[in-house]
């Protein structure tokens, strides 16, 4: 069902001028007497702006509208750097400006329930939203009662997670900036799977950055119920070099599982005692974000099953989920990924909208980590579908060599900039 | 499960069988007349994700390289360069390496040609 336009067919239609119409509808468009098609997103992060972006783009006359209660969203990525002190709040926060100037209507509410028979959304005032297709992009939730004593509230006051950005970046950050020097820093990330998996270690890191600079006398204990963890060659090399003796990461075997938390205490209970810290930064164990549950879209997994082509639910007819809340095979929980899970939903939906088959899926992650200023590494992956769902294709994708030169190392970081300015206008531009 | 996915996955090989270049030319261009409004779609599908690096479109605003603008035989040899590795690169290789010539020739096609619709 392949249509490939060859490029000599291009080259002969552009000079007919058959093309023309053609580039001027790139991804087709109905023509304006058809009904018009109503999709509907919900969640405006990495996912689901970015399907809404594309839904737009690739065919300009569907109706789309993105159902969003924050006036704003502040990337996880980058939220790190905030962290070293490299980037400020403001400069990782989007807004939905650009994308309602694209015609794209934005809700400015949160969506309390899903009726999958009736295809409609419910919204906090009480208002209906219908839909042909709905995308769901829900991000995560944690789940609060596996660290016994660990709670929302403890997440806001003492103990923050960081791992939704903005408010909780902040807390983190003061308490990074009050902690005195020789203090210890506690970084805990979860078991798999969960939203950023090099997200830890880049923190560890970045902090290191900030204390070497102004508390050189402090440490950071990564406290990890993990054997391995994402790019740790990598890191374990980079720590070494830049941060000698201030980041030690434990494994399960060392003490590394936390099994419960004591707030006044300000320590962490595991397998061999008590470990304290001036400052902890619990990650919890995470599921797919509220809205996915409360619309039956999970599996016992706490996950959204999805068929691989078209990120449509395999739970319910007309809805996709995308992004973080989804299962996508051997895809990371990413920004990345869910943007280009958001595409390729997108695109699918453009298709199936029509009563034409999604073209087969082509997904990429790409995730770039600071070690330090002008020290960066990345992951790549290129994922298609085989038998086992989503797969990364052999071959391809990887990490930065683990010889890399310094080079090469300083060039990642100023790509890792890059990436963000780009990915950003890609979404929410 | 594995049934469904079989199932997804043999559309997926028929949809992009590797048919050689030559053989297409003849297979879609009688089809080109009713598909006029069409961009492939799974040049689409392969081209969507670089522009979450190189920006929108292949459009980028920082230091990593535009490609807005380009030619689709100067985006494929470049892509193809990469893949081989006559190209030195930090991330490029690693991509390129996962996408047949074919893949390549079809996201080329896909940049090569989406900025004209902007003149």
């Known amino acids: 069902?392949?249509?490939?336009?060859?490029?000599?067919?291009?080259?002969?239609?552009?000079?007919?001028?058959?093309?023309?119409?053609?580039?001027?509808?790139?991804?087709?468009?109905?023509?304006?007497?058809?009904?018009?098609?109503?999709?509907?997103?919900?969640?405006?992060?990495?996912?689901?702006?970015?399907?809404?972006?594309?839904?737009?783009?690739?065919?300009?006359?569907?109706?789309?509208?993105?159902?969003?209660?924050?006036?704003?969203?502040?990337?996880?990525?980058?939220?790190?750097?905030?962290?070293?002190?490299?980037?400020?709040?403001?400069?990782?926060?989007?807004?939905?400006?650009?994308?309602?100037?694209?015609?794209?209507?934005?809700?400015?509410?949160?969506?309390?329930?899903?009726?999958?028979?009736?295809?409609?959304?419910?919204?906090?005032?009480?208002?209906?939203?219908?839909?042909?297709?709905?995308?769901?992009?829900?991000?995560?939730?944690?789940?609060?009662?596996?660290?016994?004593?660990?709670?929302?509230?403890?997440?806001?006051?003492?103990?923050?997670?960081?791992?939704?950005?903005?408010?909780?970046?902040?807390?983190?950050?003061?308490?990074?900036?009050?902690?005195?020097?020789?203090?210890?820093?506690?970084?805990?990330?979860?078991?798999?799977?969960?939203?950023?998996?090099?997200?830890?270690?880049?923190?560890?890191?970045?902090?290191?950055?900030?204390?070497?600079?102004?508390?050189?006398?402090?440490?950071?204990?990564?406290?990890?119920?993990?054997?391995?963890?994402?790019?740790?060659?990598?890191?374990?090399?980079?720590?070494?070099?830049l941060y000698p003796g201030m980041i030690e990461w434990r494994g399960p075997a060392a003490g590394g599982k936390v099994l419960a938390v004591d707030s006044s205490a300000m320590s962490v209970k595991t397998d061999l005692g008590m470990v304290k810290g001036d400052v902890i930064n619990i990650i919890p164990p995470q599921k797919a974000g509220q809205l996915a549950f409360i619309a039956g879209l999970t599996d016992q997994s706490g996950w959204c099953p999805v068929n691989p082509t078209s990120f449509e639910s395999t739970i319910h007819k007309n809805i996709h989920v995308i992004g973080d809340a989804c299962k996508a095979g051997a895809m990371p929980k990413s920004g990345f990924a869910a943007s280009s899970q958001g595409k390729v939903a997108a695109a699918a939906i453009i298709r199936l909208l029509r009563g034409q088959e999604p073209a087969p899926p082509s997904l990429v992650n790409t995730c770039y980590s600071l070690i330090g200023q002008g020290y960066g590494i990345s992951v790549a992956g290129v994922y298609h579908l085989s038998p086992e769902g989503i797969a990364e294709i052999p071959g391809s994708g990887g990490l930065t060599p683990i010889d890399a030169n310094d080079d090469q190392l300083e060039q990642e970081a100023m790509f890792a900039r890059g990436w963000y300015n780009n990915i950003v206008r890609d979404i929410w531009g | 499960m594995p049934s469904k996915l079989k199932i997804y996955l043999t559309a997926g090989l028929i949809a992009s069988a590797s048919v050689p270049y030559g053989a297409q030319v003849f297979a879609v261009a009688k089809a080109n007349a009713r598909t006029a409004s069409q961009v492939s779609p799974r040049g689409q599908i392969l081209a969507l994700s670089c522009a979450g690096c190189h920006g929108t479109d292949g459009k980028s605003v920082g230091i990593i390289p535009s490609f807005y603008g380009k030619s689709p035989q100067y985006l494929e040899e470049a892509l193809k360069d990469f893949k081989s590795g006559a190209r030195v690169s930090t991330v490029m290789g690693r991509h390129a390496k996962g996408y047949s010539d074919e893949e390549i020739h079809l996201i080329a096609e896909y940049f090569g040609t989406v900025w004209k619709k902007n003149k």
């Open chain 1, 1 to 241: 069902m392949s249509m490939n336009i060859s490029r000599r067919d291009f080259n002969k239609m552009f000079l007919t001028g058959v093309a023309g119409a053609s580039l001027g509808l790139f991804g087709g468009a109905l023509p304006a007497f058809a009904a018009r098609h109503r999709v509907v997103v919900i969640g405006g992060g990495f996912g689901g702006a970015s399907a809404a972006k594309y839904l737009k783009k690739l065919d300009p006359t569907l109706s789309v509208t993105l159902v969003e209660p924050k006036a704003a969203y502040v990337t996880c990525p980058f939220s790190n750097w905030v962290l070293a002190g490299l980037k400020t709040i403001p400069e990782i926060t989007q807004t939905y400006t650009a994308l309602a100037n694209r015609g794209i209507t934005i809700v400015p509410e949160a969506a309390v329930s899903i009726d999958p028979v009736k295809s409609l959304v419910t919204l906090k005032s009480g208002k209906v939203l219908n839909y042909d297709r709905l995308i769901v992009s829900p991000g995560i939730d944690f789940k609060w009662d596996t660290i016994e004593g660990y709670n929302q509230g403890l997440a806001e006051s003492r103990m923050p997670h960081a791992y939704q950005a903005g408010p909780q970046t902040e807390l983190l950050h003061r308490q990074l900036l009050d902690m005195k020097d020789g203090g210890t820093v506690l970084v805990c990330p979860p078991a798999n799977p969960f939203r950023c998996p090099p997200g830890p270690y880049e923190r560890a890191s970045l902090i290191a950055h900030y204390l070497k600079e102004n508390k050189p006398k402090s440490k950071v204990i990564i406290l990890d119920p993990k054997e391995k963890f994402s790019k740790q060659g990598l890191f374990t090399k980079g720590w070494a070099r």
